[in-house]
């Protein structure tokens, strides 16, 4: 995913305004993957989403010299989000391997099958399966597929109910509100 491009950055301002503006978009990357984020066949999006969290997180927590602990404490939120986005990701990733290795056993089963069968045959003796050098790994690899979509689909149902809590408790107010610098007054007093 390629980052959106940040507009009106001034190499010689300030350095708060120009990392405001950058961290300004990297909330509205983040945001604009949603709603489809919360559909668990929306795969890209949630892979891209992730790539958007640790893109804001990095700059929350290089931010904090600049706008304190308000963005150490944004920072450590959006990494949670970064996190469980990374497990899915796992799991998105993991299954089609497993498929294509299952695929490829088959394929070799079926070679080794065809093989074993008598010249001339007609048709294929089920007996013949005996021959399929692979057919003890299906089991626990199928069990692996099994395990991997269903810690995805856990997954992705605590990420949708975090996100839900998350705009409750009005979680991107609290990004724009990291984006003030600390109060000098109340920090020197």
């Not at 497990?87 to 099958?113: F, N, T």
């Not at 991997?148 to 409750?168: I, P």
Request: charged share 35%.
């Amino acid at each position: 995913m390629k980052a959106r491009k940040v507009k009106g950055l001034d190499p010689d301002g300030p350095l708060v305004e120009n990392m405001r503006r950058v961290i300004v978009v990297r909330v509205d990357e983040l945001f604009g993957f949603m709603p489809d984020a919360l559909d668990p066949d929306k795969v890209e999006e949630l892979h891209d989403m992730r790539i958007a969290a640790k893109r804001l997180r990095y700059l929350l927590e290089l931010s904090e010299p600049l706008f304190g602990t308000s963005a150490k404490k944004a920072a450590k939120t959006v990494k949670g989000l970064q996190d469980i986005l990374g497990e899915i990701h796992d799991c998105d990733e993991l299954m089609p391997l497993v498929d294509s290795y299952v695929g490829g056993l088959r394929a070799e089963d079926a070679g080794a099958v065809v093989q074993s069968s008598p010249v001339g045959a007609k048709d294929l003796d089920p007996a013949l399966v005996k021959a399929a050098p692979n057919r003890t790994r299906y089991r626990g690899l199928e069990l692996l597929m099994v395990h991997a979509r269903a810690r995805r689909d856990l997954l992705h149902g605590r990420f949708v109910e975090h996100w839900h809590e998350l705009e409750e408790r009005g979680f991107r107010d609290e990004l724009e509100q990291a984006l003030q610098p600390p109060d000098t007054e109340t920090a020197e007093g």
